[in-house]
Structure formats: structure tokens, C-alpha cells
């Protein structure tokens, strides 16, 4: 069963059906980019009977587009007694702290002892159903070995207006990342390196844009010419070592893609500290590091990085929201062995 959205297109259209659509669909239906993209490809737009499900097709003004939005579909997956660190919920939404090892929501080789799993047996039936039977209540996610806050919808208002926000990148997120050497501006190197500027205040800016690797489909690569968009800003908190050779970044997105913090750092040389897939084969000095620096970090065994600060505007109060999450247990050891020997 799905319900029926009507779109007249107005003056002066844009010339794609996609955008077209984004300019023009009513508010009430709650039908953000994303989720137009995915009913074109599902074939669920039509223009007097005719399925339009070519995003770049051609619109006119006074055309009038029918939607067909289905129901959501029940999901299939099992609620789990799993502990969460729940840091805000209210009825349209909850902030949780992802601890690093945990997948966000079940695929193929993780079935269960997921984000999704431990939601559902945490929110019972209340979580949006907009992310399909597989994703319900997610918005975005961030990987399996790296922890943090995570934003999850509870109704579908609040699921429309957060995946809205995402696609306008004025979510606020900042990153506890770990990485080899630290980014100067004065490094000849750096500054030689495709895509990378610099800002006041010590910030280096990574321009670039990611696809996912020609050889690796798990990977994503810095690609030009094609691919996603992708800023990262960076600026060294803390380094460690003497010389210095290890430093703690704060990295904060404009965009927000896939692994787009680790193949970003690791784009301009400075990998993520336990990075298995982008962090390089990396021998930590005993001489700059001490004995004990050298072995934790050899010791660490997922990438270094943690999603600390999340803020948005409340989906449908409109009130603004920020929350911080400390270092994890694991991360903030590490660091304080690493102060030990500074």
C-alpha cells in the first residue's frame, strides 16, 4: 500500500527532474533529496502515467508529478538486550555514544549485535521506518571501529529533517583522530600535495573529491574529476614525541562521505594511528616515543578516531542541540601513556 504525493512545477524549473523536484515537493510530505533520488530509481515517479525514473529527465512548468510513497516496511530484524550509551532522547529522536566495535546496522557477515538491534530492543517500535527495514531510524552512521555520537530518528518528521540537514552539511561534527607526524604548514611537502590549503589558526583545509577504490571495493580513494565532493578541516590539538611524531587532531567535516577523515588524513601523509586499511605500515620510534609510547601504539588495534561533538537543530522543536563525548577508554590511555613521555 503507498500513498500519493502530487507536485505541480513552478516557474522557472530547473532542468532536471531531480532538482525539480526537491525545488518543488510539499513540505508536509517530507521527502528530502535522498529519499527523492531512491523513489525516481525505484521507478515511483510518474507524469500522466508515464514512470519518469531518470533523475535528469526534463520537467516543464505546470507539469504535474504523482509520487507513489510506499509504507514502511516491517523490519525483519530482532530487538537485542544490548547496553547503550544513551546521552539525550526524547520523542523524535536519541544521541547515542557508539562504543568502537559495534556496526551500525546489520549486513552481510553481521546479522545481529548491531546499532540497529540494540535501538530496537532499547526504542520498541519507535524508530522512524523512512531508512528501509534494514536502517530504521538511521540518518548517518559512522564505521564499525570508530566510536561516537550518532543521531538517531525516532519518528519520520524527525528523520526528514535531519537526513535534511545532513544533505545541507550544516550538521556540526568534529573528530578525535590520532595520527602519524603533524601537519605544518611550513612542510614543503604538505603544501606540494593536490587539494590541500591552509587557514588561519593552523587549519589545514583537504579538498578533494572520494569513489570507491578501482581495485578495492571496500576502499574509498581521492579521485579528480569524478566522484563525491569531500572537505575535511584539520588543526593539531596536542603532539607527542621528541621530536614530535605523533599528534592529536581535531577534524571537522563539511562533508561527511565514507572513511572520508582516514583516506582524507592519509591523502596528505599523516594516517590515523591503528588504520588498518589507510593508516600504512608504520614503525612508531622508540627514541621519540619512549618504550611504553612505542608498544601502545603498536598495541592499538582499530583506527584512532572518535566522533566527539554533534550538533543540529532539533527536527522539529527547532531548538539548537550540541553534545561532546570524551575519549573512549582505549583512545584516552593511549594518549595519556604518550603524555607520560612527553
Same mark, same amino acid.
Given at each position: 500500500?503507498?500513498?500519493?504525493?502530487?507536485?505541480?512545477?513552478?516557474?522557472?524549473?530547473?532542468? =532536471?527532474?531531480? $532538482?525539480?523536484? *526537491?525545488?518543488?515537493?510539499?513540505?508536509?510530505?517530507?521527502?528530502?533529496?535522498?529519499?527523492?533520488?531512491?523513489?525516481?530509481?525505484?521507478?515511483?515517479?510518474?507524469? *500522466?502515467?508515464?514512470?519518469?525514473?531518470?533523475?535528469?529527465?526534463?520537467?516543464?512548468?505546470?507539469?504535474?508529478?504523482?509520487?507513489?510513497?510506499?509504507?514502511?516496511?516491517?523490519?525483519?530484524?530482532?530487538?537485542?538486550?544490548?547496553?547503550?550509551?544513551?546521552?539525550?532522547? &526524547?520523542? &523524535?529522536?536519541?544521541?547515542?555514544?557508539?562504543?568502537?566495535?559495534?556496526?551500525?546496522?546489520?549486513?552481510?557477515?553481521?546479522?545481529?549485535?548491531?546499532?540497529?538491534?540494540?535501538?530496537?530492543?532499547?526504542?520498541?517500535?519507535?524508530?522512524?521506518?523512512?531508512?528501509?527495514?534494514? =536502517?530504521?531510524?538511521?540518518?548517518? =552512521?559512522?564505521?564499525?571501529?570508530?566510536?561516537?555520537?550518532?543521531?538517531?530518528? $525516532?519518528?519520520?518528521?524527525?528523520?526528514? @529533517?535531519?537526513?535534511?540537514?545532513?544533505?545541507?552539511?550544516?550538521?556540526?561534527?568534529?573528530?578525535?583522530?590520532?595520527?602519524?607526524?603533524?601537519?605544518?604548514?611550513? &612542510?614543503?611537502?604538505?603544501? @606540494?600535495? $593536490?587539494?590541500?590549503?591552509?587557514?588561519?589558526?593552523?587549519?589545514? $583545509?583537504?579538498?578533494?573529491?572520494?569513489?570507491?577504490?578501482?581495485?578495492?571495493?571496500?576502499?574509498?580513494?581521492?579521485?579528480?574529476?569524478?566522484?563525491?565532493?569531500?572537505?575535511?578541516?584539520?588543526?593539531?590539538?596536542?603532539?607527542?614525541?621528541?621530536?614530535?611524531?605523533?599528534?592529536?587532531?581535531?577534524?571537522?567535516?563539511?562533508?561527511?562521505?565514507?572513511?572520508?577523515?582516514?583516506?582524507?588524513?592519509?591523502?596528505?601523509?599523516?594516517?590515523?594511528? @591503528?588504520?588498518?586499511?589507510? @593508516?600504512?605500515?608504520?614503525?612508531?620510534?622508540?627514541?621519540?616515543?619512549?618504550?611504553?609510547?612505542?608498544?601502545?601504539?603498536?598495541?592499538?588495534?582499530?583506527?584512532?578516531? !572518535?566522533?566527539?561533538?554533534?550538533?543540529?537543530? !532539533?527536527?522539529?522543536?527547532?531548538?539548537?542541540?550540541?553534545?561532546?563525548?570524551?575519549?573512549?577508554?582505549?583512545?584516552?590511555?593511549?594518549?595519556?601513556?604518550?603524555?607520560?613521555?612527553?
Amino acid at each position: 500500500m503507498s500513498s500519493t504525493v502530487l507536485v505541480t512545477i513552478g516557474a522557472d524549473p530547473p532542468k =532536471r527532474l531531480d $532538482k525539480a523536484l *526537491a525545488r518543488d515537493v510539499p513540505e508536509a510530505a517530507n521527502l528530502s533529496r535522498s529519499r527523492l533520488a531512491r523513489l525516481i530509481a525505484d521507478g515511483a515517479v510518474s507524469r *500522466a502515467g508515464d514512470v519518469m525514473d531518470d533523475p535528469r529527465a526534463k520537467v516543464g512548468e505546470g507539469d504535474v508529478l504523482e509520487i507513489a510513497v510506499p509504507e514502511a516496511v516491517e523490519s525483519h530484524i530482532g530487538p537485542e538486550d544490548i547496553p547503550l550509551d544513551i546521552v539525550y532522547e &526524547d520523542d &523524535d529522536l536519541v544521541v547515542v555514544n557508539k562504543p568502537a566495535g559495534m556496526v551500525v546496522h546489520p549486513a552481510p557477515g553481521t546479522p545481529s549485535g548491531t546499532l540497529v538491534n540494540a535501538l530496537l530492543g532499547h526504542c520498541g517500535d519507535d524508530l522512524s521506518g523512512v531508512g528501509g527495514a534494514k =536502517r530504521p531510524g538511521i540518518v548517518h =552512521r559512522i564505521d564499525k571501529d570508530t566510536s561516537g555520537l550518532l543521531v538517531v530518528a $525516532k519518528s519520520d518528521a524527525a528523520h526528514h @529533517g535531519l537526513a535534511a540537514q545532513f544533505e545541507k552539511h550544516s550538521v556540526e561534527r568534529h573528530y578525535k583522530a590520532l595520527v602519524y607526524g603533524v601537519p605544518d604548514k611550513a &612542510d614543503p611537502r604538505l603544501k @606540494g600535495i $593536490k587539494g590541500v590549503s591552509f587557514e588561519q589558526g593552523g587549519i589545514v $583545509k583537504i579538498t578533494t573529491q572520494l569513489a570507491r577504490h578501482k581495485h578495492d571495493r571496500q576502499k574509498q580513494a581521492v579521485v579528480w574529476g569524478s566522484g563525491r565532493h569531500a572537505v575535511t578541516r584539520a588543526r593539531a590539538e596536542e603532539t607527542f614525541g621528541a621530536p614530535p611524531s605523533l599528534a592529536l587532531m581535531d577534524c571537522w567535516l563539511e562533508t561527511g562521505r565514507t572513511h572520508q577523515i582516514r583516506v582524507h588524513m592519509a591523502h596528505i601523509g599523516h594516517g590515523l594511528v @591503528g588504520d588498518p586499511t589507510y @593508516g600504512g605500515r608504520r614503525k612508531p620510534s622508540e627514541a621519540a616515543l619512549g618504550a611504553a609510547g612505542a608498544a601502545a601504539i603498536r598495541a592499538f588495534d582499530r583506527q584512532a578516531l !572518535h566522533a566527539a561533538t554533534l550538533g543540529f537543530t !532539533h527536527p522539529v522543536s527547532e531548538e539548537p542541540m550540541r553534545f561532546e563525548a570524551r575519549l573512549p577508554e582505549d583512545m584516552a590511555a593511549l594518549v595519556e601513556t604518550l603524555r607520560t613521555r612527553a
